[in-house]
Protein backbone atom coordinates (compact mmCIF):
# COMPACT_ATOMS: atom_id res chain seq x y z
CA UNK A 1 0.00 0.00 0.00
CA UNK A 2 1.29 3.30 -1.11
CA UNK A 3 2.05 5.74 1.56
CA UNK A 4 -0.75 8.33 1.22
CA UNK A 5 0.19 10.89 3.99
CA UNK A 6 3.20 11.59 6.18
CA UNK A 7 0.60 10.81 9.26
CA UNK A 8 0.25 7.84 11.35
CA UNK A 9 2.75 5.40 9.93
CA UNK A 10 5.12 5.99 12.55
CA UNK A 11 8.02 4.56 10.20
CA UNK A 12 10.73 6.80 8.57
CA UNK A 13 9.37 8.76 5.57
CA UNK A 14 10.61 7.46 2.19
CA UNK A 15 8.73 9.94 -0.31
CA UNK A 16 10.49 13.32 -0.92
CA UNK A 17 6.99 14.96 -0.63
CA UNK A 18 6.56 14.22 2.59
CA UNK A 19 9.71 15.21 4.20
CA UNK A 20 9.95 18.80 5.70
CA UNK A 21 12.75 20.71 7.25
CA UNK A 22 15.90 19.82 8.15
CA UNK A 23 17.97 21.90 5.28
CA UNK A 24 20.57 22.80 7.60
CA UNK A 25 21.45 19.53 8.81
CA UNK A 26 21.61 18.28 5.00
CA UNK A 27 23.91 21.10 3.62
CA UNK A 28 25.99 20.45 6.47
CA UNK A 29 26.12 16.26 6.14
CA UNK A 30 26.37 16.24 2.29
CA UNK A 31 29.19 19.05 2.35
CA UNK A 32 31.30 17.08 5.03
CA UNK A 33 30.60 13.50 2.60
CA UNK A 34 32.08 15.08 -0.52
CA UNK A 35 35.09 16.11 1.05
CA UNK A 36 35.61 12.59 2.64
CA UNK A 37 35.19 13.35 6.05
CA UNK A 38 33.27 10.75 8.03
CA UNK A 39 29.75 12.00 9.91
CA UNK A 40 29.01 10.83 13.24
CA UNK A 41 24.57 11.65 12.88
CA UNK A 42 23.23 11.38 16.52
CA UNK A 43 19.63 12.10 18.05
CA UNK A 44 17.02 10.87 20.21
CA UNK A 45 14.64 7.92 19.80
CA UNK A 46 12.42 8.15 16.80
CA UNK A 47 13.69 11.79 15.96
CA UNK A 48 13.45 11.58 12.39
CA UNK A 49 17.65 10.14 11.76
CA UNK A 50 16.60 7.23 9.30
CA UNK A 51 14.22 9.72 7.29
CA UNK A 52 17.00 12.04 6.93
CA UNK A 53 19.18 9.54 5.70
CA UNK A 54 16.57 8.34 3.20
CA UNK A 55 16.30 12.01 2.02
CA UNK A 56 20.14 12.06 1.93
CA UNK A 57 20.16 9.44 -0.40
CA UNK A 58 17.74 11.27 -3.56
CA UNK A 59 19.87 12.32 -6.14
CA UNK A 60 18.01 15.60 -6.27
CA UNK A 61 18.77 16.29 -3.28
CA UNK A 62 22.98 15.62 -3.61
CA UNK A 63 22.48 17.71 -6.82
CA UNK A 64 21.36 20.71 -5.23
CA UNK A 65 24.14 20.69 -2.54
CA UNK A 66 26.56 20.27 -5.38
CA UNK A 67 27.07 16.36 -5.28
CA UNK A 68 27.35 14.71 -8.70
CA UNK A 69 25.53 11.27 -7.82
CA UNK A 70 26.89 9.47 -10.55
CA UNK A 71 30.39 10.35 -9.03
CA UNK A 72 29.67 9.10 -5.11
CA UNK A 73 28.38 5.81 -3.83
CA UNK A 74 26.09 4.98 -1.05
CA UNK A 75 25.92 1.79 0.59
CA UNK A 76 23.27 1.87 3.18
CA UNK A 77 23.28 -0.82 5.81
CA UNK A 78 20.64 -0.98 8.99
CA UNK A 79 22.32 -2.91 12.04
CA UNK A 80 18.62 -3.35 12.97
CA UNK A 81 18.57 -5.83 10.81
CA UNK A 82 19.37 -9.25 12.91
CA UNK A 83 20.87 -10.39 9.69
CA UNK A 84 24.35 -8.59 10.83
CA UNK A 85 25.45 -11.16 13.60
CA UNK A 86 28.96 -11.08 12.33
CA UNK A 87 31.09 -9.35 10.38
CA UNK A 88 31.59 -11.43 7.19
CA UNK A 89 27.90 -10.23 7.09
CA UNK A 90 28.52 -6.68 6.79
CA UNK A 91 31.70 -6.83 4.18
CA UNK A 92 29.43 -9.44 1.99
CA UNK A 93 26.62 -6.96 1.74
CA UNK A 94 29.03 -3.69 1.72
CA UNK A 95 31.30 -5.13 -1.51
CA UNK A 96 28.51 -7.38 -2.86
CA UNK A 97 26.33 -4.11 -3.00
CA UNK A 98 29.23 -2.20 -4.45
CA UNK A 99 29.72 -4.53 -7.30
CA UNK A 100 25.84 -3.86 -8.26
CA UNK A 101 26.34 -0.22 -8.57
CA UNK A 102 29.30 -0.17 -10.83
CA UNK A 103 27.67 -2.58 -13.10
CA UNK A 104 24.48 -1.05 -12.41
CA UNK A 105 26.06 2.33 -13.86
CA UNK A 106 27.91 0.35 -16.74
CA UNK A 107 24.81 -0.46 -18.35
CA UNK A 108 23.26 2.44 -18.04
CA UNK A 109 26.55 4.26 -19.49
CA UNK A 110 26.05 1.75 -22.54
CA UNK A 111 22.59 1.75 -23.17
CA UNK A 112 23.16 4.37 -25.19
CA UNK A 113 25.32 2.94 -27.48
CA UNK A 114 23.20 -0.25 -27.64
CA UNK A 115 19.84 1.46 -28.99
CA UNK A 116 21.62 2.61 -31.59
CA UNK A 117 22.59 -0.76 -32.83
CA UNK A 118 19.74 -2.27 -35.10
CA UNK A 119 17.75 -5.02 -33.36
CA UNK A 120 18.97 -7.97 -34.99
CA UNK A 121 20.98 -11.86 -33.82
CA UNK A 122 23.35 -11.27 -31.77
CA UNK A 123 26.49 -10.64 -33.33
CA UNK A 124 29.92 -11.90 -32.09
CA UNK A 125 30.74 -8.40 -30.88
CA UNK A 126 27.89 -8.43 -28.54
CA UNK A 127 28.45 -12.46 -27.54
CA UNK A 128 31.95 -10.37 -26.69
CA UNK A 129 30.47 -7.53 -24.21
CA UNK A 130 28.28 -10.16 -22.58
CA UNK A 131 31.22 -11.91 -21.21
CA UNK A 132 33.06 -8.74 -20.54
CA UNK A 133 30.04 -7.83 -18.40
CA UNK A 134 30.08 -11.47 -16.77
CA UNK A 135 33.76 -11.04 -16.36
CA UNK A 136 33.17 -8.25 -14.34
CA UNK A 137 30.50 -9.26 -12.27
CA UNK A 138 32.85 -12.45 -11.36
CA UNK A 139 35.74 -9.41 -10.37
CA UNK A 140 33.08 -8.13 -8.19
CA UNK A 141 32.33 -11.27 -6.11
CA UNK A 142 34.28 -10.64 -2.79
CA UNK A 143 37.27 -13.19 -1.93
CA UNK A 144 38.24 -13.56 1.42
CA UNK A 145 37.72 -10.88 4.55
CA UNK A 146 41.28 -9.58 5.86
CA UNK A 147 42.30 -6.45 5.87
CA UNK A 148 44.38 -6.67 2.12
CA UNK A 149 41.86 -7.93 0.57
CA UNK A 150 39.41 -5.62 1.43
CA UNK A 151 41.16 -2.74 1.00
CA UNK A 152 42.25 -4.30 -2.07
CA UNK A 153 38.59 -4.94 -3.71
CA UNK A 154 37.10 -1.26 -2.25
CA UNK A 155 40.75 0.87 -4.07
CA UNK A 156 40.05 -1.31 -7.32
CA UNK A 157 36.41 -0.35 -7.44
CA UNK A 158 36.13 3.12 -6.56
CA UNK A 159 39.05 4.51 -8.17
CA UNK A 160 36.49 6.60 -10.35
CA UNK A 161 33.78 7.48 -7.61
CA UNK A 162 33.61 8.96 -3.76
CA UNK A 163 32.40 6.11 -1.61
CA UNK A 164 30.21 6.49 1.70
CA UNK A 165 29.39 3.33 4.13
CA UNK A 166 25.94 4.63 6.52
CA UNK A 167 25.68 2.76 8.98
CA UNK A 168 22.13 2.94 10.67
CA UNK A 169 21.29 1.59 14.08
CA UNK A 170 24.80 1.89 15.26
CA UNK A 171 23.92 1.40 18.65
CA UNK A 172 22.55 -2.10 18.07
CA UNK A 173 25.81 -2.67 16.21
CA UNK A 174 27.60 -1.38 19.32
CA UNK A 175 25.83 -3.79 21.36
CA UNK A 176 27.15 -6.99 19.19
CA UNK A 177 30.14 -8.90 20.88
CA UNK A 178 31.02 -10.72 17.75
CA UNK A 179 32.01 -6.75 16.26
CA UNK A 180 35.14 -6.79 18.52
CA UNK A 181 38.33 -4.08 18.05
CA UNK A 182 39.36 -5.63 14.95
CA UNK A 183 36.42 -4.67 13.40
CA UNK A 184 36.92 -1.49 14.29
CA UNK A 185 40.32 -0.67 13.82
CA UNK A 186 39.19 -2.17 10.42
CA UNK A 187 37.10 0.59 9.09
CA UNK A 188 39.65 3.23 10.45
CA UNK A 189 41.95 1.89 8.33
CA UNK A 190 40.47 1.86 5.88
CA UNK A 191 39.95 5.53 5.61
CA UNK A 192 43.58 6.21 6.34
CA UNK A 193 44.33 4.18 2.79
CA UNK A 194 41.71 4.81 0.74
CA UNK A 195 41.33 8.78 0.44
CA UNK A 196 38.16 8.55 -1.05
CA UNK A 197 36.21 6.36 1.11
CA UNK A 198 34.43 8.44 4.16
CA UNK A 199 31.26 6.91 7.11
CA UNK A 200 28.00 8.65 7.80
CA UNK A 201 27.50 6.56 11.17
CA UNK A 202 23.73 6.69 12.67
CA UNK A 203 22.91 6.20 16.33
CA UNK A 204 20.36 6.78 18.85
CA UNK A 205 23.81 7.70 21.59
CA UNK A 206 26.49 9.78 21.33
CA UNK A 207 29.98 9.15 20.76
CA UNK A 208 30.81 8.76 24.83
CA UNK A 209 27.82 7.00 25.42
CA UNK A 210 28.95 4.35 22.66
CA UNK A 211 32.40 4.17 24.51
CA UNK A 212 30.61 3.37 27.70
CA UNK A 213 28.98 0.42 26.34
CA UNK A 214 32.19 -0.91 24.36
CA UNK A 215 35.44 -1.26 25.17
CA UNK A 216 36.01 -1.94 21.65
CA UNK A 217 35.03 1.31 20.13
CA UNK A 218 37.91 2.98 23.01
CA UNK A 219 40.87 0.42 21.60
CA UNK A 220 40.49 1.61 18.41
CA UNK A 221 40.26 5.00 19.03
CA UNK A 222 36.89 4.67 16.28
CA UNK A 223 35.70 7.95 17.29
CA UNK A 224 38.94 10.23 15.81
CA UNK A 225 38.01 10.06 12.27
CA UNK A 226 34.29 11.37 12.48
CA UNK A 227 32.31 14.92 12.86
CA UNK A 228 29.73 14.43 14.82
CA UNK A 229 26.31 15.94 14.13
CA UNK A 230 23.05 16.31 16.72
CA UNK A 231 19.91 15.99 15.37
CA UNK A 232 17.35 17.92 17.25
CA UNK A 233 13.57 18.84 17.35
CA UNK A 234 12.44 20.47 14.40
CA UNK A 235 11.59 24.46 14.21
CA UNK A 236 8.83 26.38 14.71
CA UNK A 237 8.40 27.03 10.67
CA UNK A 238 9.58 23.16 9.74
CA UNK A 239 6.82 22.03 12.34
CA UNK A 240 3.90 24.17 11.16
CA UNK A 241 4.56 23.34 7.56
CA UNK A 242 4.94 19.79 8.15
CA UNK A 243 1.14 19.99 10.18
CA UNK A 244 -0.48 21.68 6.89
CA UNK A 245 1.50 19.34 4.59
CA UNK A 246 2.58 22.09 2.39
CA UNK A 247 4.02 20.03 -0.12
CA UNK A 248 1.00 17.46 -1.11
CA UNK A 249 -1.72 19.86 0.34
CA UNK A 250 -3.03 16.77 1.88
CA UNK A 251 -5.29 18.95 4.67
CA UNK A 252 -5.63 22.47 4.77
CA UNK A 253 -5.59 23.62 8.49
CA UNK A 254 -5.35 27.31 9.55
CA UNK A 255 -2.25 28.64 11.47
CA UNK A 256 -3.51 28.77 14.72
CA UNK A 257 -4.24 24.87 14.58
CA UNK A 258 -0.79 24.03 13.15
CA UNK A 259 1.16 26.56 16.14
CA UNK A 260 -1.34 24.10 18.94
CA UNK A 261 0.53 21.29 16.65
CA UNK A 262 3.99 22.70 17.67
CA UNK A 263 3.14 23.57 21.38
CA UNK A 264 1.80 20.24 22.14
CA UNK A 265 4.21 18.05 20.05
CA UNK A 266 7.92 20.16 20.69
CA UNK A 267 8.45 19.44 16.89
CA UNK A 268 9.11 16.43 17.96
CA UNK A 269 8.50 14.06 14.40
CA UNK A 270 6.79 11.42 15.75
CA UNK A 271 4.67 13.16 18.25
CA UNK A 272 3.72 15.02 14.91
CA UNK A 273 2.69 12.38 12.58
CA UNK A 274 0.37 11.12 15.82
CA UNK A 275 -1.10 14.51 15.82
CA UNK A 276 -1.59 15.08 12.39
CA UNK A 277 -2.88 11.55 11.97
CA UNK A 278 -5.72 12.44 14.56
CA UNK A 279 -6.43 16.44 13.08
CA UNK A 280 -6.58 14.55 9.51
CA UNK A 281 -9.24 11.87 10.94
CA UNK A 282 -11.60 14.29 12.03
CA UNK A 283 -11.09 16.62 9.11
CA UNK A 284 -9.88 19.36 10.88
CA UNK A 285 -10.41 22.45 9.04
CA UNK A 286 -11.65 25.53 11.01
CA UNK A 287 -11.21 26.79 14.35
CA UNK A 288 -14.92 25.44 15.56
CA UNK A 289 -14.23 21.73 14.73
CA UNK A 290 -11.32 22.35 16.27
CA UNK A 291 -12.06 23.13 19.58
CA UNK A 292 -14.92 20.59 19.68
CA UNK A 293 -12.18 17.81 19.14
CA UNK A 294 -8.67 19.33 20.60
CA UNK A 295 -9.06 17.48 23.87
CA UNK A 296 -10.20 14.17 22.28
CA UNK A 297 -7.55 14.58 20.19
CA UNK A 298 -5.18 15.04 23.39
CA UNK A 299 -6.04 12.43 25.04
CA UNK A 300 -5.77 9.64 22.63
CA UNK A 301 -2.31 10.84 21.37
CA UNK A 302 -0.88 10.94 25.19
CA UNK A 303 -2.48 7.23 25.32
CA UNK A 304 -0.99 6.31 22.17
CA UNK A 305 2.77 7.83 22.99
CA UNK A 306 2.54 6.34 26.53
CA UNK A 307 5.18 3.55 25.22
CA UNK A 308 7.41 6.16 23.42
CA UNK A 309 7.23 8.38 26.57
CA UNK A 310 7.96 5.18 28.65
CA UNK A 311 10.96 4.21 26.21
CA UNK A 312 12.43 7.73 26.72
CA UNK A 313 12.53 7.75 30.80
CA UNK A 314 13.98 3.84 30.68
CA UNK A 315 16.89 5.27 28.37
CA UNK A 316 17.32 7.93 30.96
CA UNK A 317 20.42 7.56 33.62
CA UNK A 318 19.38 8.53 37.54
CA UNK A 319 20.73 12.03 37.18
CA UNK A 320 18.71 12.75 33.59
CA UNK A 321 15.50 11.05 35.73
CA UNK A 322 16.14 13.33 38.77
CA UNK A 323 16.58 16.36 36.68
CA UNK A 324 13.67 15.76 34.33
CA UNK A 325 11.48 15.36 37.69
CA UNK A 326 12.93 18.77 39.01
CA UNK A 327 12.06 20.36 35.81
CA UNK A 328 8.69 19.91 35.55
CA UNK A 329 7.91 20.42 39.91
CA UNK A 330 10.11 23.87 39.14
CA UNK A 331 13.00 23.15 40.98
CA UNK A 332 16.06 24.64 39.18
CA UNK A 333 18.04 22.11 37.57
CA UNK A 334 21.89 23.55 36.92
CA UNK A 335 23.64 22.03 34.47
CA UNK A 336 21.85 18.99 33.99
CA UNK A 337 19.59 20.98 31.26
CA UNK A 338 22.43 20.21 29.03
CA UNK A 339 22.44 16.68 29.03
CA UNK A 340 18.13 16.46 28.84
CA UNK A 341 18.59 19.13 25.60
CA UNK A 342 21.26 16.56 24.01
CA UNK A 343 18.47 14.06 24.28
CA UNK A 344 15.84 16.32 22.76
CA UNK A 345 13.72 16.81 26.20
CA UNK A 346 14.21 20.55 26.60
CA UNK A 347 13.07 22.75 23.44
CA UNK A 348 16.67 24.29 24.00
CA UNK A 349 19.68 24.46 26.31
CA UNK A 350 17.73 27.64 28.13
CA UNK A 351 14.67 26.12 28.25
CA UNK A 352 13.04 25.52 31.92
CA UNK A 353 10.17 23.03 30.60
CA UNK A 354 10.07 19.91 28.93
CA UNK A 355 9.82 19.58 25.01
CA UNK A 356 6.14 19.32 24.51
CA UNK A 357 3.28 19.66 26.14
CA UNK A 358 1.61 15.90 25.74
CA UNK A 359 5.07 14.29 27.26
CA UNK A 360 4.59 17.37 30.25
CA UNK A 361 1.20 15.74 30.75
CA UNK A 362 2.21 12.63 30.80
CA UNK A 363 5.04 13.02 33.21
CA UNK A 364 2.67 14.31 35.96
CA UNK A 365 0.24 11.41 35.83
CA UNK A 366 2.72 9.25 35.56
CA UNK A 367 4.48 9.94 38.58
CA UNK A 368 1.67 11.26 40.64
CA UNK A 369 2.59 14.44 41.63
CA UNK A 370 -1.12 16.23 40.36
CA UNK A 371 -4.21 14.81 40.73
CA UNK A 372 -5.29 13.33 37.21
CA UNK A 373 -7.98 16.05 36.67
CA UNK A 374 -6.80 19.30 39.05
CA UNK A 375 -5.06 22.00 37.75
CA UNK A 376 -1.70 22.66 39.15
CA UNK A 377 -2.31 26.15 40.74
CA UNK A 378 -5.10 24.22 42.83
CA UNK A 379 -2.88 21.27 43.92
CA UNK A 380 -0.39 24.41 44.56
CA UNK A 381 -2.70 26.01 46.79
CA UNK A 382 -3.86 22.87 49.25
CA UNK A 383 -0.72 22.15 49.33
CA UNK A 384 0.65 25.86 50.50
CA UNK A 385 -2.87 26.09 53.19
CA UNK A 386 -1.77 22.69 54.58
CA UNK A 387 2.09 23.48 55.01
CA UNK A 388 0.63 27.17 56.76
CA UNK A 389 -1.57 25.77 58.68
CA UNK A 390 0.94 23.30 59.98
CA UNK A 391 3.64 26.06 60.35
CA UNK A 392 1.10 27.96 62.27
CA UNK A 393 -0.20 25.23 64.36
CA UNK A 394 3.44 24.23 65.08
CA UNK A 395 4.05 27.85 66.32
CA UNK A 396 0.74 28.51 68.60
CA UNK A 397 2.44 25.17 70.18
CA UNK A 398 5.93 26.46 70.65
CA UNK A 399 4.27 29.89 72.48
CA UNK A 400 2.06 27.94 74.58
CA UNK A 401 4.86 25.61 75.78
CA UNK A 402 7.36 28.95 76.64
CA UNK A 403 3.86 31.05 77.91
CA UNK A 404 3.39 28.17 80.20
CA UNK A 405 7.24 27.08 81.30
CA UNK A 406 7.14 31.54 82.28
CA UNK A 407 4.26 30.53 84.69
CA UNK A 408 5.94 28.21 86.31
CA UNK A 409 3.33 25.50 84.80
CA UNK A 410 6.39 23.01 84.30
CA UNK A 411 5.28 19.73 82.85
CA UNK A 412 2.29 21.36 80.38
CA UNK A 413 5.28 23.71 79.15
CA UNK A 414 7.39 21.35 78.42
CA UNK A 415 4.58 19.40 77.05
CA UNK A 416 2.99 22.13 74.69
CA UNK A 417 6.67 23.30 73.56
CA UNK A 418 7.78 19.67 72.47
CA UNK A 419 4.56 19.15 70.82
CA UNK A 420 4.94 22.51 68.81
CA UNK A 421 8.96 21.83 68.37
CA UNK A 422 7.75 18.45 66.49
CA UNK A 423 4.87 19.30 64.80
CA UNK A 424 7.14 21.98 62.79
CA UNK A 425 10.13 19.63 61.91
CA UNK A 426 7.64 17.32 60.81
CA UNK A 427 5.67 19.84 58.76
CA UNK A 428 9.44 20.86 57.41
CA UNK A 429 10.85 17.19 56.72
CA UNK A 430 7.85 16.81 54.67
CA UNK A 431 7.11 19.35 52.49
CA UNK A 432 11.28 19.37 52.12
CA UNK A 433 10.78 15.98 49.86
CA UNK A 434 7.28 17.00 48.24
CA UNK A 435 6.64 18.67 44.61
CA UNK A 436 7.12 22.25 46.37
CA UNK A 437 9.90 22.71 48.90
CA UNK A 438 9.16 24.96 52.26
CA UNK A 439 11.32 27.76 50.63
CA UNK A 440 8.77 28.27 47.84
CA UNK A 441 6.13 28.09 49.95
CA UNK A 442 6.90 30.88 52.30
CA UNK A 443 8.22 32.72 48.75
CA UNK A 444 4.38 32.42 47.43
Same mark, same amino acid.
Given at each position: ???????????????????????????? +??????????????? @????????????????????????????????????????????????????????? %?????? %??????????????????????????????????????????? +???????????????? %???????????????????????????? +????????????????????????? @?????????????????????????????????????????????????????????? =????????????????????????????????????????????????? @????????????????????????????? =??????????????????????????? =???????????????? +?????????????????????????? =?????????????????????
Amino acid at each position: MEQQTAFGWKKPIQEEIYFYGRGIETRE +ILEHLSNNQSVFLFG @AQKIGKTSLVLHLLREDVQQLQGMLPKRHIFIYIDFNDPHYQAPTNFWDDVMGEIGL %ILNTQK %IREEQPKQQKKNAAPQTVEDSEHKEEVEDTEEEKKPVGHSNEK +ITQFIENTTKKYQLTI %IMDGFECLVEKKAFGTEFYSKLKQLTGQ +ISNLSYLVVSSKNVSQSYQENDSLQ @AASFSDIFFTIQLGLLKKRETMAFLKQENSHAIDINRKIAEWGYEVTGGHPYLLQIIG =FHLDSYSIRTNEQFMTHRDEIMSKAITECSSFFMNLLEDLSTEEREGLL @ALIRFKPIGNIINLLAKKSLVRDHKSQKV =FSEMFDRFLHEFWGDFAENKPVKIQFQ =FRQKIFLVGIASSFFF +IFMGSFALLSSILVLGAFLFGVGILC =FLVVVMFFNDESYPSKQMLKS
